[in-house]
């Protein structure tokens, strides 16, 4: 069974830090390329990055470029989204996605960015 568990969402003060992970199982992890969406209140969910199979290529919305970093290890199955520098235009459900002959999403994570 392929599950996606996202983690380590909260709330964060403007300028703070957050790193959020994405556990998954069911599938060989290391053969798929991931990606971070996020959701706004009354927004479309959007991409924020994805990274390749193999950590050596990435992507970035222009939203986050330069403040977020996307990155994977394979041994433990896990995709990362740092996120420095927050600003409260940040505040959204984090999801984890992947696609293996139909797309899969976690559940997500809320991060609220708030002083």
């Known amino acids: 069974q392929v599950q996606l568990v996202e983690s380590g969402g909260g709330l964060v003060q403007p300028g703070g830090s957050l790193r959020l992970s994405c556990t998954v199982s069911?599938?060989?992890?290391?053969?798929?390329?991931m990606s971070w969406y996020r959701q706004a209140p009354g927004k479309e969910r959007e991409l924020v990055a994805i990274?390749?199979?193999?950590?050596?290529?990435?992507s970035y919305a222009d939203a986050v470029k330069g403040r977020f970093t996307i990155s994977r290890d394979n041994a433990k199955n896990t995709v990362y989204l740092q996120m420095n520098s927050l600003k409260p235009e940040d505040t959204a459900v984090y999801y984890c996605?992947?696609?293996?002959?139909?797309?899969?999403w976690g559940k997500g994570t809320l991060v609220t960015v708030s002083s």
């Open positions: 069911g599938f060989t992890f290391s053969s798929l390329a």
């Open positions: 990274i390749g199979s193999t950590g050596g290529s990435t």
């Open positions: 996605r992947t696609y293996y002959g139909r797309e899969y």
